[in-house]
């Protein structure tokens, strides 16, 4: 592979876009960094894995965050700023990787490497994809998108000056839906090439 590749996937629950990531990342053999990340700053800072997940991806109470000679008393806006600052030492150091999620379409933005994608679907499909792969009815399966999707909207948007799923933020936004799974990594796969391409002419 010539040149950085980074692909970062931001998604709505249940859009399949986590999917879609690992489909990317096999194709182009990169590495794909998700909930793992806080495995390996776990390992690498000496920190329980567990603690780490538990605020990992949460948005930061602004009320009660407060940041002084550059230490924050808020545990969700440290985790975030651990796998922040990880992300931009794997980009800075030219290592090509697939990333879901972590604001990583723009703390990572201005690296000409970086491909940023946004994964959404119709709700009816993303509810019969959750009660497939979750068991769970309808009405959970709904319940649980609005409540992952909430989730994520507070800490992308408590992190990022541009607002979570705004197409402005990415490269390109895909609805799942429309195509499935393996034809929308298809779509993506041709969009990503003609990008490489381009960056090798120049």
Same mark, same amino acid.
């Given at each position: 592979?010539k040149?950085?590749?980074?692909?970062?996937?931001?998604?709505?629950?249940?859009?399949g876009?986590?999917?879609?990531?690992q489909?990317?990342?096999?194709q182009?053999?990169?590495?794909?960094?998700?909930?793992?990340?806080?495995?390996?700053?776990?390992?690498?800072n000496?920190?329980d894995?567990?603690?780490l997940? /538990?605020?990992d991806e949460? #948005?930061?109470?602004? *009320?009660? $965050?407060?940041? %002084?000679? !550059?230490?924050?008393?808020?545990?969700?806006?440290?985790?975030?700023?651990?796998?922040?600052?990880?992300?931009?030492?794997k980009a800075?150091?030219?290592?090509s990787?697939?990333?879901?999620?972590?604001?990583? /379409?723009t703390i990572?933005? #201005?690296?000409t490497? *970086?491909? $940023?994608?946004? %994964?959404? !679907?119709?709700?009816?499909t993303k509810?019969?994809?959750i009660?497939r792969?979750?068991?769970?009815?309808?009405k959970?399966?709904?319940?649980?998108?609005?409540?992952?999707?909430?989730?994520?909207?507070k800490?992308?948007n408590?992190?990022?000056?541009?607002?979570?799923?705004? $197409?402005?933020n990415?490269?390109?936004?895909?609805?799942?839906?429309?195509?499935?799974?393996?034809?929308?990594?298809?779509?993506l796969?041709?969009?990503?090439?003609?990008?490489?391409?381009?960056?090798?002419?120049?």
């Amino acid at each position: 592979m010539k040149g950085q590749l980074i692909i970062s996937i931001g998604r709505e629950f249940g859009s399949g876009g986590h999917e879609i990531a690992q489909k990317l990342a096999d194709q182009y053999k990169l590495p794909l960094y998700d909930h793992n990340l806080l495995d390996e700053l776990a390992g690498r800072n000496n920190l329980d894995g567990d603690v780490l997940k /538990e605020f990992d991806e949460a #948005g930061r109470k602004k *009320l009660l $965050s407060r940041t %002084v000679r !550059g230490m924050n008393n808020s545990p969700e806006q440290n985790v975030a700023q651990l796998q922040f600052d990880y992300l931009r030492k794997k980009a800075d150091s030219g290592e090509s990787f697939v990333i879901v999620g972590r604001c990583s /379409e723009t703390i990572l933005k #201005g690296n000409t490497g *970086l491909i $940023s994608i946004f %994964v959404l !679907g119709d709700m009816e499909t993303k509810i019969e994809r959750i009660m497939r792969l979750y068991q769970k009815s309808r009405k959970d399966a709904e319940e649980l998108i609005l409540e992952k999707d909430r989730k994520r909207k507070k800490y992308h948007n408590s992190h990022c000056r541009i607002k979570w799923g705004d $197409s402005r933020n990415y490269d390109l936004s895909i609805n799942s839906s429309r195509l499935g799974i393996e034809e929308s990594v298809r779509i993506l796969s041709q969009y990503i090439d003609a990008r490489r391409k381009m960056q090798e002419a120049q």
